[in-house]
């Protein structure tokens, strides 16, 4: 039996999509593939591999010292990534971004959980044969579809609108994920129902704070703001929604898309390049504010359409199952183990 150590503070702070993928992670190892790998967090004991979901200083040092094994790392965001997430002042932005490739570089394999992370990690000096490409995934014993009279219940348990045509939109608050234009959406559409399940995890530190806590603090009466949403408690809010929003202007592979995908939502994004190399055709596309405002105006009312993009999500939902990535994580770690 491998012996594997994640090295993780992914689940320290709430509302981040790298700690879902983590707790998805370490969810399907436990239930789907405990024979196979004796799993340990944060330990200092000899192992075959050690697995490394952030970039913890002291993650980094412990890369010194010895039978860590075959060190792989988990890239869910590059230095441009962080761009219009954190505010971080110069000279300590150059610092930390230069930290962060130098992490990377510090492992024998690297994960990306997006293709597109693959050529810019070359171009930072990380030879191509050292990194994999693994998708996130989620549960779809936790995140699962309902039906209309369920999702009428579910809307009267938690206030909302019982008939209302619902917009969800979920994750961390901050400019990059589109909130200006989420806020904008809801305000030039009154007659829909808006929720933003999601708050502030890094405080003051986001970007944008002072302008998306004023509207948080006294939004437009059509938009709901619940705050951070336990993960066993964000189904209800997908299987409430008709359609799922999500305006980022930047993205890795968000774990909200799979989410509302495995709940059968029928979802609608901006239609960011890294889409198309792994969910081009499974979502509604639309460029800018005005497509998203334009497809607001006819879906709400178009069964068709919506019935549709319902199909799509839950087809997409089978190619990024729980079934499908055990097996993927399996034959990787197995390999990994070879080569160290």
Same mark, same amino acid.
């Given at each position: ?183 904008? %959406?809801? *305000?030039?559409?009154?007659?829909? !129902?808006? /929720?933003? =399940? +999601? ?7 986001? #970007? ?59 979802? %609608?994004? *901006?239609?960011?390049?890294?889409? !198309?190399? /792994?969910? =081009? +055709? ?7 504010? #005005? ?50």
């Amino acid at each position: 039996m491998l012996k594997i150590n994640m090295f993780s503070a992914a689940d320290s702070v709430k509302g981040q999509g790298v700690g879902s993928a983590y707790l998805e992670l370490m969810n399907l190892l436990r239930t789907r593939l405990s024979d196979e790998f004796d799993v340990s967090v944060n330990k200092y004991r000899r192992v075959d591999l050690t697995h490394y979901h952030t970039i913890n200083f002291s993650y980094y040092l412990s890369t010194f010292l010895p039978h860590r094994g075959r060190k792989v790392g988990y890239v869910h965001f590059l230095p441009e990534t962080l761009e219009g997430s954190v505010k971080i002042p110069q000279p300590f932005r150059a610092i930390f971004y230069k930290y962060v490739i130098a992490f990377y570089k510090r492992m024998d394999h690297i994960v990306v959980v997006n293709p597109t992370f693959i050529p810019k990690l070359v171009v930072a000096g990380i030879p191509e044969k050292k990194v994999t490409y693994i998708p996130n995934f989620v549960s779809r014993d936790e995140f699962y579809p309902v039906d209309g009279q369920q999702k009428v219940a579910l809307r009267q348990q938690y206030g909302y609108d019982d008939h209302r045509f619902t917009i969800l939109g979920t994750g961390q608050i901050q400019e990059r994920k589109g909130l200006f234009d989420f806020i904008k %959406l809801a *305000r030039n559409n009154p007659d829909l !129902q808006f /929720i933003w =399940a +999601g708050g502030f995890s890094f405080g003051r530190m986001t #970007d944008g704070y002072a302008a998306l806590k004023k509207v948080v603090d006294d939004p437009p009466a059509n938009l709901s703001f619940p705050g951070i949403v336990d993960r066993d408690k964000l189904v209800d809010y997908y299987d409430m929604a008709d359609l799922f929003l999500l305006p980022s202007f930047n993205e890795l592979f968000p774990m909200s898309v799979l989410e509302a995908f495995s709940t059968g939502t029928p979802v %609608l994004l *901006r239609d960011l390049d890294l889409y !198309q190399a /792994i969910i =081009a +055709g499974d979502y509604q596309p639309a460029k800018d504010y #005005d497509e998203m405002n334009a497809q607001l105006q006819t879906l709400p009312t178009d069964e068709v359409a919506l019935e549709h993009w319902r199909q799509k999500s839950l087809a997409a939902a089978n190619r990024y199952s729980e079934e499908h990535l055990a097996e993927i994580w399996l034959k990787f770690y197995q390999q990994q183990a070879k080569e160290g």
